[in-house]
């Protein structure tokens, strides 16, 4: 599932066949073995919520 992880994240995971609680844990888990913590997680929610798109890149003022 890792593999299928890397390749196509969620979408990949439900094609291979993956719960949504395995989906949970592997999305976790790679992001814990990035050094992703929530604290960082909250601020990148808050700024995709706060943004507006140009394109396809989001913005946000500061």
């Given at each position: 599932?890792?593999?299928?992880?890397?390749k196509?994240h969620?979408?990949a995971?439900r094609e291979?066949g993956?719960?949504?609680?395995?989906?949970?844990?592997?999305?976790?888990?790679d992001?814990?073995?990035q050094?992703?913590?929530?604290?960082?997680?909250?601020?990148?929610r808050?700024?995709?919520?706060?943004?507006?798109?140009?394109?396809?890149?989001?913005l946000?003022?500061?």
């Amino acid at each position: 599932m890792v593999v299928a992880n890397d390749k196509g994240h969620a979408a990949a995971l439900r094609e291979f066949g993956a719960s949504p609680s395995d989906i949970r844990s592997i999305g976790d888990a790679d992001r814990a073995a990035q050094g992703i913590s929530e604290e960082i997680e909250q601020k990148s929610r808050r700024a995709v919520a706060n943004g507006r798109m140009v394109g396809t890149f989001r913005l946000r003022r500061r």
